[in-house]
């Protein structure tokens, strides 16, 4: 497997899903915004196979809304929990077959779990902590994070 991809990399995986299905365009950001993003859901998917690895996306709440609402096409005040986690589990899928097109891989694509913030396991502590901040021109933060499984 190729190595993985680099942050602009990823804004661009990210925003070939994210443009078409929801509008929305997204650069990396400076790191030191990272801290200021609360999560308010997080989506992770596990890739097994020969050299698996695991991609997480999340948003803080005003992101999960925009994309929810972008994705679901309907008003931010008319969302619920389960379609802003349908959202971002749909995104994370087709942002993760995007990468592993990208690294040619063999791998299976399993399916998108959500985490909540109160039960975020290490990994995903890890993710959160580590992950890279991408930001639209609308000020709508995605942050992703992405690791090769030892």
């Known amino acids: 497997m190729a190595n ?12 070939n899903v994210t443009k078409t299905m929801c509008g929305f365009a997204f650069g990396v950001a400076d790191p030191g915004l990272r801290s200021k993003v609360d999560c308010h859901r997080m989506a992770v ?3 097994t196979g020969g050299r698996p690895w695991r991609v997480a996306l999340f948003s803080d709440e005003s992101g999960c809304n925009a994309l929810g609402a ?3 096409q309907v008003e931010p005040d008319m969302l619920d929990d389960g379609m802003i986690e349908d959202s971002l589990c749909e995104l994370l899928n087709m942002a993760a077959g995007q990468i592993k097109g990208l690294l040619s891989a063999d791998e ?7 985490t909540a913030p109160d039960q975020l396991s290490p990994q995903s502590k890890k993710a959160y902590r580590d ?4 930001r639209s021109q609308d000020s709508v933060n995605l942050m992703m994070w992405i690791s090769q499984e030892q």
């Not at 992950?131 to 991408?134: K, N, W």
């Open 4 to 15: 993985l991809p680099d942050p602009a990399t990823l804004a661009t995986l990210v925003s």
């Open 45 to 47: 998917l596990e890739v």
């Open 70 to 72: 972008a994705l679901c």
């Open 108 to 114: 299976t694509l399993g399916l998108p779990k959500i």
């Open 131 to 134: 992950g890279i901040l991408l």
